[in-house]
């Protein structure tokens, strides 16, 4: 991987200069160092560490000749650095973000400017399918009166094909949250399909789904595999996104719940419940550690539970519940290793041990890391 121009401007790529080969020992080692006491499963790396981000953003910017460029901020800032390739995005979306670049003139799309708050097109924001290679575009925009949209679509979709739907969604807040609550589809169903572990997934806008799909498949399998289902268990599936793992465990379950609490995300997953035919998992729309609470106050039981919250970790709500319900399983998927290991240690001082720790490589050329670990309760050991 050659250096790139950029890298220490934007911060996103904090290994750039590392052979992939020291990027994974060096994160197996971090791992390590958190778990002290354990015998970690050996990292699982990528065999090939490039273009893997299937979604990518771009902003906009005008230059000191009144010339649009698209790139990403600089790191703690709101500065817009110019940016025409990257290593790790997927290469298709980088040339749709070139031609919308290179269309925005002709088309009357001024570039959004934060101070000012004029403009009209604030971000790009694209999603691809792996298998199904189909493709996403999302214009953020500050105003749905888009006079030229039939003409841009038109020549957007001749120049690329492969782009199945496109959305227009509305930001006008000062923020540096990317998408805003309203949208249109201009093109299209609004979402696209992908294939994940056999199972087959509707994605929206604004849905939560890995950003790399090769090694999303590798961690969710074995992520399944040290559940070690037989078919006979009911299973929880908490800050389930569009019930992902979910529906991919309920191949081997009994009954599956997912919980979580976006709204938007929960509709995707009951639509991949139907899509996908299966009718022993139900969603339910709730905060996860408001359900924990509830489901242990009613004594409601699960032999397994998967949980899989943001970075920051869960919460000593959710835990104590959980606890509670005493599950035989619990199997932790995390992209913070240091607040899952806070988690766990609450789970090791209320009955339970662990059982397996597998780092996988979600990440390439950052420094993020994620872990799954699996707890059984102790006195459910064989």
Known sequence: M???????????????????????????????????????????????PYHYRHKVYAAF?????????????????????????????????????????????????????????????????????????EVMVVLVVSSFVFPAKNAFIDELLEKHPCISTIVLNLNRR?????????????????????????????????SFYQVNPRQTEVLYQKAIEMANLTGKETVLDTYCGIGTIGLIASKQAKEVIGVELNQEAIKDAIRNAKINHRKNIRFIAKDASVYMQEAAEHQVTFDVVFMDPPRTGSTVEFLSSLVKMAP??????????????????????HGYVIQKIQGVDMFPFTRHVECVAVLSLENTIQ
């Open 328 to 349: 035989k399983r619990v199997v932790y998927i995390s992209c913070g290793p240091d607040t899952q290991v806070r988690d766990v240690k609450y789970l090791l001082k």
């Open 2 to 48: 050659e250096k790139c121009k950029i890298a220490k401007l934007c911060g996103g790529c904090q290994l750039q200069g590392q052979s992939y080969e020291q990027q994974v020992k060096d994160k197996q080692e971090y791992l390590q160092k958190l778990w002290p006491n354990q015998r970690l499963q050996p990292f699982l790396a990528m065999e090939d």
């Open 174 to 206: 000062h923020t540096s949250i990317v998408l805003g609550e309203k949208e249109k589809v201009i093109y299209g169903s609004g979402h696209i399909q992908d294939t994940l572990c056999g199972c087959h997934f509707q994605i929206s806008s604004r």
């Open 61 to 133: 910017a005008m230059d000191k000749k009144k010339q649009t460029y698209s790139g990403i901020f600089q790191a703690n800032s709101h500065k817009v650095i110019a940016k025409d390739c990257c290593d790790i995005e997927e290469m298709q979306l980088q040339q749709i973000v070139q031609t919308i670049t290179k269309m925005m003139k002709k088309y009357r799309m001024m570039p959004y400017d934060e101070d000012k708050e004029t403009g009209f097109l604030r971000y790009v924001y694209l999603r691809k399918g792996y298998v199904s290679q």
